[in-house]
């Protein structure tokens, strides 16, 4: 038997994502690619498959926990002939433990050693020192192992002389160019001195300050090794019974310098709060006990940004948008409360901030698909034998990099505050799925290059990857246009939402059977209502007219889209 240590897979880009689901439980079995868990980046939800079969001996995370790439998730005790043969048998009564401690320690390894000198000077090897045998001794607690020799910088200090802490309070937040880490405490006890300050720039060893803590015995010094070890991500603590800040409103929106104390929020967020200038203490918190969350910083910053521009716009003092008025609805009858996933509450702020910023205009068509219906339902013999579905999309697709290709408009972004004006190559288009989980957009590469068999195998890969939750956030990038298509659900029409920074987005409904005058007689004829949606900062009427007529014409006879 050996221990295998299951970590995060590249995750595309992701910065770090949040554990939103454990799959499995200890003593599992556990197959190769089984997901262990789900991971939530701002883009997408995706499970970590295991990388090896055996029993799970170890989760290392929990729900709500952040992770990046290399993150350890699990041990998994693997069955293997070969390895027990080249590896020597562990202790017996430590195996599973040390074992997995020690890949545990790759990451998490803490650098305290006990050492015998009250002195901090005499601190060696980066151990939390303390003066032995007494009732109450002094221990120095330094840098613990932060992964780098490099010097990191000391960005918050949580506690001030005389405080009581608890051990894995923590202490201070160091912050180096890859995480923010909170440095908790080894053990409980009262601060007596603190020998940094805010701003020092501290190395692995450098000793922060000294506690008064109870003698303690070998055992516990030994626990301590694991406990000290800088926490990457993890949320200050506010003082008990704090209350966090009241929801700003526009009028008292400001962009003071942070002044963050008290505020319950991770050292993430802290940092993004710096950047911005966002005085913490503003920000309504809407994670657990009221913690500030990244999305929470970011609808601060939204709700800012549009107060001030709709300030300069009008003439009227705090002129703003006004917040939708929160009612307690069960005074009037049952309610049940669930709380939003991550995603639908990106989404919503995604929405929010498209609407807020662009200006929509939304121009429909129907184009007639009679006879690019009958030739796909002539293929569908042959999709059968290439093992795939052919649907309407990839010809929506496809008839959009003809169009596109022809408005080039349709395939830029605004830059330099509306200066400039990037038009891409490239012809990457997105395409809205629908999931259990929520909305996610990925991206179909060089659709102009593809045929329309390699695009229906796209399709279809794309959204199951979507429904499974396995789309990375490398697959929902690059896009310079999107297809939202509800055909298959329902509803003669709707006005999508352009998906910024990109300038157009096509909504399609469900094709009906129309009679259309032919000139003669009316005809049944296919038709599918189109909706497009455009940024009229960039496009005209005049573009979206040329766009769309362009994009019916190609749809209504398909044999343009070779040409
Ligand atoms: N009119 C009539 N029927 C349609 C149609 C349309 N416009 N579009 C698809 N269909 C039919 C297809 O013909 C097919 O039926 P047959 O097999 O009998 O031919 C079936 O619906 C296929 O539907 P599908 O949904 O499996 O496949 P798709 O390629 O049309 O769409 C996808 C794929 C991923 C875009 C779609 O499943 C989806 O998730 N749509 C929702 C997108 C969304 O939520 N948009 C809103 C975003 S804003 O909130």
Request: charged share 25%; aromatic share 4%; net charge negative.
């Amino acid at each position: 038997m050996a221990e295998q240590q299951v970590t995060v897979p590249d995750i595309g880009g992701a910065e770090g994502a949040e554990v939103i689901e454990l799959l499995v439980n200890v003593g599992d079995d556990i197959t190769v690619d089984q997901g262990l868990i789900v991971l939530e980046s701002d883009k997408a939800s995706m499970e970590i498959p295991s990388t090896v079969a055996g029993k799970l001996v170890k989760l290392l995370v929990s729900e709500g926990e952040q992770l990046a790439e290399g993150a350890p998730v699990a041990v998994i005790e693997v069955a293997s002939a070969e390895e027990e043969e080249s590896q020597p048998e562990p202790e017996p009564d430590s195996a599973s433990g040390d074992a997995a401690q020690n890949k545990q320690q790759t990451t998490r390894e803490p650098a305290t050693e006990n050492a015998t000198s009250s002195d901090s000077s005499a601190v060696a090897g980066g151990g939390a020192s303390e003066s032995a045998g007494a009732a109450s001794s002094e221990l120095a607690v330094p840098v613990p192992d932060i992964g780098t020799d490099e010097a990191v910088e000391l960005i918050e200090i949580c506690v001030k002389v005389g405080d009581v802490v608890g051990e894995g309070d923590s202490l201070v937040v160091l912050e180096s160019d890859k995480a923010s880490m909170e440095v908790p405490a080894p053990d409980a006890g009262e601060v007596l001195a603190i020998s940094v300050k805010e701003g020092d720039s501290v190395k692995q060893n450098d000793v922060l300050l000294t506690l008064k803590v109870q003698g303690r015995n070998a055992a516990s010094a030994e626990e301590e090794k694991v406990d000290a070890a800088p926490v990457e991500r993890q949320e200050a603590r506010p003082e008990a019974g704090e209350a966090t800040a009241p929801a700003p409103t526009a009028q008292s929106q400001n962009t003071a310098a942070p002044s963050a104390e008290g505020v319950y929020a991770g050292p993430a967020v802290r940092k993004l709060a710096r950047e911005f200038g966002v005085a913490l203490e503003q920000v309504h918190g809407t994670g657990p006990r009221g913690r500030v969350v990244k999305e929470d910083l970011q609808q601060f910053v939204q709700n800012a940004l549009s107060t001030g521009a709709a300030a300069g716009a009008s003439a009227a003092a705090g002129a703003g948008i006004p917040d939708i008025p929160e009612i307690d609805f069960s005074k009037f009858g049952a309610v049940e409360v669930t709380q939003r996933s991550k995603l639908d509450k990106l989404t919503a702020a995604n929405m929010r901030r498209s609407w807020l910023n662009v200006p929509h205009v939304t121009q429909f068509e129907q184009a007639d698909i009679t006879e690019l219906e009958a030739f796909r339902a002539g293929l569908k013999d042959e999709a059968q034998q290439r093992g795939t579905r052919l649907t309407p999309m990839p010809f929506l697709l496809k008839a959009c990099a003809v169009a596109l290709r022809d408005n080039p408009k349709f395939m830029t972004s605004l830059a330099q505050q509306g200066e400039e004006l990037i038009y891409k190559q490239y012809c990457h288009i997105g395409m809205a799925v629908d999931t259990p989980a929520g909305l996610v957009v990925p991206v179909i590469r060089d659709v102009d290059k593809k045929s329309i068999w390699q695009l229906a195998e796209e399709v279809l890969e794309l959204a199951d990857k979507a429904r499974d939750r396995k789309l990375k956030p490398a697959d929902m990038q690059g896009g310079v246009f999107t297809v939202s298509s509800l055909g298959n659900i329902g509803g003669t029409g709707f006005t999508p939402i352009v998906n910024a920074p990109e300038v157009g987005i096509l909504g399609v409904s469900r094709a009906q059977i129309q009679p259309v005058w032919d000139g003669q007689e009316f005809a049944p004829r296919k038709m599918l209502p189109l909706a497009l949606s455009y940024d009229h900062r960039v496009i005209n009427g005049g573009d979206g007219g040329r766009f769309i007529t362009r994009l019916t014409a190609l749809l209504g006879d398909i044999r343009q889209l070779v040409m």
